[in-house]
């Protein structure tokens, strides 16, 4: 399997139900596709042709850090994945899902993903030209972003 062949299917835009809405800072949404379903995607598309490795984690200035080498048809990216060891409300409380290592783990697998394109449509975003299309997009009420 050439990655040429599969790479149209593989960073097609997700269907809105696989899509989660979180705020950011500042109270904004902000959306993304779970870790898990780009794992799906390539579980379904490549089941075979895809592998990845993660370096050893460091730990530094309050942060959790670890790169992700994504290979897929022999081709390989990379992704650096980094969250804070602690994330806590205003009122001191943890707000975190999952800990530091799963948290970076997942964000280095992802920016990987997104180094082949996979999910890259996400970016749009941010910018206020694209927002609402975007977002009728991943509500449901669109096909086009």
Not at 38 to 52: G, H, K, Q, S
Not at 54 to 59: K, P, Q
Not at 77 to 100: F, R
Request: proline share 6%; charged share 25%.
């Amino acid at each position: 399997m050439k990655l040429s062949e599969i790479l149209p299917e593989l960073t097609a835009k997700f269907e809105p139900h696989e899509h989660k809405k979180r705020q950011v800072p500042g109270g904004a949404d902000w959306y993304f596709v779970p870790w898990q379903t780009v794992r799906a995607r390539l579980n379904r598309i490549c089941p075979e042709d895809w592998t990845n490795i993660y370096s050893d984690l460091t730990f530094t200035e309050g942060y959790c850090i670890i790169v992700c080498t994504l290979t897929i048809c022999s081709v390989s990216h990379q992704g650096i994945g980094s969250t804070p060891i602690e994330m806590l409300s205003q009122e001191g409380k943890n707000v975190a899902y999952g800990d530091p290592i799963e948290r970076a783990t997942a964000d280095a697998f992802k920016n990987a993903a997104e180094q082949f394109g996979i999910a890259a449509y996400l970016d749009a975003q941010s910018n206020p030209m694209k927002k609402k299309a975007f977002v009728e997009y991943v509500s449901g009420r669109s096909r086009a972003a």
